[in-house]
């Protein structure tokens, strides 16, 4: 089995962050990630990205109100990495080698505006995607891309209701069952 | 001159997604486009990404309250291309070299969960970033990411105030002037 890939944003803010954290879960999902966690409980969230792995289909899990730390702590126990993803770490285009290399199962942490000092401490890389100020969503979904080689693209999920049939012009939706 | 790469938001909601279009205005600064445009008037987003260029360079610049058809109308009469970024699109896998050839100015459109008709018909190109629901925040960074090679990582921005020195562990922040 190849290593698994799992999202942690830390800092999610229910009402403020709601589309934003949407969005991150829709990429980690659509990006090839098993699963995402959020730290704060978010019964809405978790009912609205289940809503669509029913229709488009899975797996892919989420969870929310999870400790971080508690969280990362386990992920390293049980001998996988944690790459966090920071304006301020190391470009990836210089390290995604080395990251790629140990077959090891990835927690990709991305946080708001701000993130406890022990994230850079604990983690086994902190990564800049660009050193520029822009978007965790992003920053996730060009991780994930050159992480797993632009697979987003292969992508079959299982159980789909729906599924798009690509057009040069408009929309084709079919219904699988 | 190589060719100039401009966003085009549709369907901006100022109090909603403001947020969500914060982070697409970064993106589109930080994977290399000239400039970014919304079809609602924003006085405060502009005045934020404008914050933004102020500190960490530019040249970006930034437009609200315009019209996007009369946008995408003469986008394309001066010659340039207008790649539309849409779930139900061709594979941007399969048409990225296409896409790439011809050095003309490339419009980047993408759009809310309803986009208007006339996109689908007057657009260069429909692009998906996979066929599955995510967010255009993921798709222009990955469409950037892509049409330029991965030049954001080598990006240097002009006047600006911060760089960031990158870390392996914690931050590093230079004052330039």
């Known amino acids: 089995m190849p290593p698994k890939v ?20 829709l990429v980690a999902r659509a990006f090839g990630a098993a699963g995402v966690v959020f730290d704060e409980r978010d019964p809405f969230l978790e009912k609205k990205i289940e809503d669509v792995v029913a229709r488009w289909g899975g797996p892919f899990w ?48 991305v946080g708001g505006p701000k993130v406890p000092r022990w994230l850079f401490e604990k983690s086994s890389w902190n990564v800049s995607i660009t050193t520029q100020p822009h978007s965790e969503v ?23 209701v729906l599924r798009v049939i690509p057009q040069a012009r408009g929309k084709k939706v079919v219904k699988l069952r």
Chains 1, 2 share one sequence.
């Open 138 to 160: 992003a920053a996730c979904a060009i991780f994930l891309h050159m992480l797993l080689g632009g697979d987003e693209f292969n992508m079959v999920f299982e159980n789909a």
């Open 6 to 25: 799992v999202v942690l944003k830390i800092g999610h803010r229910p009402e403020r962050d709601k589309r934003i954290d949407t969005h991150l879960a």
């Open 62 to 109: 989420i969870e929310t109100g999870v400790d971080p730390e508690f969280f990362v702590d386990k992920w390293l126990e049980s001998g996988g990495e944690v790459i966090h993803l920071t304006q301020y770490g190391l470009p990836l285009s210089t390290c995604l080698q080395e990251i790629r290399s140990p077959p090891k199962d990835k927690l990709v942490v």
